[in-house]
């Protein structure tokens, strides 16, 4: 049983094509970096799976079951999102902003949803910082606690959108850690990626998306070999290995990207 | 009777409140209901200056019997219910737009509804129906939310929502001045004015009964979806994401805000600043939780406006209006809060 398993996916905002035919499954116990240029569709992309934009799709299925026709709560339940902007409203308690994910389920007591959002704390390191206020955290801490407010939703499939964006490299490293960590236990990853030497470290697969098209996938080695990164990104890309990890550098951004 | 009330209802609290909330919530109540009492056997009289009920009671108990349930009455219910409903709704709207600043009278729900039932003065309307007025503040309100969230969009900037207020009040208020201006009759205009100003006082019964079910109706609306408004602090997609109905949070706050600011201004007239001052007041008790805020702002927005009407009606000299008075105390406050937000609004 797959994780997540979208087939022709399409979505069409004001007579703009952003996402063309996209097909592509997640398995459990899988990372699937999502990578390509600015405007690609990435996020768009996420969205329309979770049903925060209009698209039509044959197929968006998670866990086995057809998302579409759930209820919000049910959906709510199956696939956590992780946004790119980290916006906390008011000034409330580390603790509490993770107890938030917990709206999806049935509801418990205080004490049982606080231990929850404690123990989701205790997984990304945060546990010191329950009662800060987390309008007044660091970058770094701040996507931590946003990471644990996805975990303690507990769902088969998390969407992450540009997890590891402005933080520093420890930082980056502890994020991606935790997400495969997610994917470990059985879960499905999905996240966007611009660093693609992070996507090759951490990732099962890579899709590659150009245009609202998925235009390469496969395994980390094979999709940053592809001829089709150099045609999607706008540049032209130097490969090579270390300690056996597949890595690009730009070599020129000589060709501009092709005028669609 | 008061002070008795008073007295004793923090010790029947320790047996029930287990969380601040719940302490918070009963503490709240209590005071509404010394307010309430107070407003009740206290106040201002034709005959003697100040109007000592059991007094009264004992020297005419006629008298006694018709100010109570014709004045006092009437007048302790609509402060309670428009003090409920701008403390709720103001807490509601701060909640839904994220934003500390928002309530009915800056985002103009007030102006509108006011321009509503002056439309309803001006046309003549009033004969048509008990529920005529209320009904204009009410399309009044609803129409001035639903282009400010056209306008500002979710999760406005401050400087947006705060345009988009300024906006709406102008043009709300510049249509009401029309009105005022064309008006045949300048008794109508007299009394359109001095009702602007917003009071409980002179009302009788059928008012409370003309705006309590519209009041009763858009609280409840908006008590019903408390808990939706705490994922919005994440913003609308993770909100979203969790399982909130945004339309129909959009339809029950906006609804039901329009519902209670309208029908409790077509009675009241304009009273201002109880939301905007209430929520910030309530927060350093049960902390910043939109949903948590909800109800404890409603009662303690019920509490103010009834003591407030008291001391209208204490004060020598003229009676002040409510509306005066409340704005004369929020205005100060309005111009701290932007002080100590002056960062967040540069």
């Known amino acids: ?260 | 009777m008061s002070a008795e009330t008073a007295a004793c209802a923090p010790m029947d609290t320790r047996h029930v409140a287990r969380s601040r909330e719940q302490l918070a919530i009963a503490i709240l109540i209590a005071l509404a209901v010394a307010a309430a009492a107070a407003s009740l056997i206290v106040g201002s009289g034709p005959f003697a200056a100040r109007t000592w009920l059991p007094t009264l009671a004992a020297t005419d108990p006629d008298m006694a019997r018709v100010i109570f349930w014709e004045i006092r009455v009437p007048r302790t219910a609509l402060a309670l219910l428009i003090g409920f409903s701008l403390g709720l709704t103001g807490a509601a709207l701060q909640g839904f737009l994220r934003n500390p600043l928002a309530e009915p009278g800056l985002v103009g729900a007030s102006s509108g509804a006011a321009l509503g039932a002056v439309l309803i003065f001006y046309f003549g309307l009033l004969g048509a129906s008990p529920f005529i007025l209320p009904l204009g503040g009410i399309a009044g309100a609803l129409l001035a939310l639903a282009i400010l969230y056209g306008l500002a969009g979710d999760a406005p900037s401050v400087t947006t929502l705060i345009l988009a207020g300024v906006a709406l009040n102008a043009a709300a208020n510049a249509l009401t001045s029309l009105a005022l201006n064309l008006a045949p009759n300048p008794f109508a205009v007299y009394e359109i004015l001095f009702w602007l100003l917003g009071s409980v006082s002179d009302r009788g019964i059928e008012h409370v009964a003309m705006a309590a079910p519209f009041i009763l109706a858009g609280s409840l609306a908006i008590l019903m979806s408390a808990r939706s408004l705490d994922p919005l602090a994440l913003g609308e997609d993770v909100a979203a994401s969790l399982g909130v109905n945004l339309k129909r949070l959009r339809l029950t706050v906006i609804g039901g805000a329009g519902l209670a600011v309208g029908a409790g201004v077509a009675v009241s007239g304009m009273i201002g600043f109880i939301g905007l001052v209430v929520p910030h007041l309530v927060r350093p008790m049960v902390g910043h939780r939109p949903s948590k805020v909800l109800l404890p702002s409603g009662l303690l927005g019920a509490a103010l406006l009834t003591f407030a009407d008291l001391a209208v009606r204490l004060l020598p000299g003229r009676e002040l209006k409510l509306g005066v008075v409340t704005a004369l105390l929020g205005a100060p406050f309005f111009l701290m809060l932007i002080l100590r937000r002056r960062r967040d609004l540069t």
Request: with cysteine.
């Open chain 1, 1 to 260: 049983m797959s994780g997540l398993r979208v087939r022709n996916l399409t979505v069409d905002i004001a007579g703009r094509r952003l996402l063309d035919g996209v097909t592509f499954a997640v398995a459990r116990s899988e990372m699937v970096a999502l990578v390509g240029p600015n405007g690609a569709g990435k996020t768009t992309c996420l969205k329309s799976i979770l049903g925060l934009i209009p698209c039509k799709a044959e197929q968006i299925e998670v866990a086995g079951r057809a998302f579409g026709a759930l209820a919000p709560r049910e959906r709510a339940r199956l696939a956590a999102y992780l946004p790119q902007a980290r916006t906390v409203a008011w000034p409330l308690s580390v603790r509490s902003v993770v107890a938030l994910g917990r709206h999806p389920h049935q509801r418990e007591s205080d004490a049982a949803e606080a231990a929850r959002a404690m123990r989701s704390l205790e997984a990304v390191g945060l546990a010191g910082f329950a009662e800060r206020d987390a309008r007044t955290l660091s970058g770094g801490e701040l996507a931590l606690t946003l990471l644990a407010r996805a975990l303690v939703v507990e769902a088969p499939l998390l969407l992450a959108d540009e997890p590891v964006a402005s933080l520093d490299l420890a930082h980056q490293v502890a994020v991606m850690e935790h997400l495969r960590a997610i994917a470990r236990a059985g879960g499905s990853v999905l996240t966007v990626l611009h660093d693609l030497s992070l996507a090759a470290r951490f990732c099962d697969r890579v899709l590659l998306l150009d245009r609202g098209r998925i235009v390469a996938s496969g395994t980390p080695a094979a999709v940053l070999a592809d001829r089709a990164m150099d045609a999607a990104y706008g540049v032209d890309l130097a490969r090579g290995e270390i300690e056996g990890v597949p890595v690009v550098v730009v070599r020129t951004g000589i060709r501009p990207a092709s005028a669609a």
